[in-house]
């Protein structure tokens, strides 16, 4: 059974960096793309920053300039470096691997948190 595991969340000051890191414990074949979305109370989950096996990559535009997505889908990695966050940041975040064999499917990790303080 797949699962994704996150890690690397937690609380820091305004202006402050983490690096998230979401890993599959299974083989995953297939991955057309791997993403972070986030979900923020009183808001809908948000794409964050995504790339597809073509090796393009996008960004909301809250994140640009700020956030790098980068992994590796031979090993079933994604990583999000966050650099200058800001307390609009802070929310639960979400790995996603989609994969694409004759239909799409989601793998979704369990949310890690990352609260950003004033």
């Known amino acids: 059974q797949v699962q994704l595991v996150e890690s690397g969340g937690g609380l820091v000051q305004a202006g402050g960096s983490l690096r998230l890191s979401c890993a599959a414990s299974?083989?995953?074949?297939?991955?057309?793309?791997m993403a972070w979305y986030r979900q923020t109370p009183g808001k809908q989950r948000e794409l964050v920053a995504r790339?597809?096996?073509?090796?393009?990559?996008n960004y909301a535009d809250s994140v640009k300039g700020r956030f790098t997505i980068s992994g590796d889908s031979a090993k079933n990695t994604v990583y999000l470096q966050m650099n200058s966050l800001k307390p609009g940041d802070t929310g639960i975040y979400y790995c996603?691997?989609?994969?694409?064999?004759?239909?799409?499917?989601?793998?979704w990790g369990q949310g890690t948190q990352v609260t950003v303080s004033s």
């Open positions: 996603n691997f989609r994969t694409y064999l004759y239909k799409a499917y989601d793998y």
């Open positions: 299974g083989s995953i074949f297939s991955i057309n793309g």
């Open positions: 790339f597809t096996s073509g090796g393009s990559t």
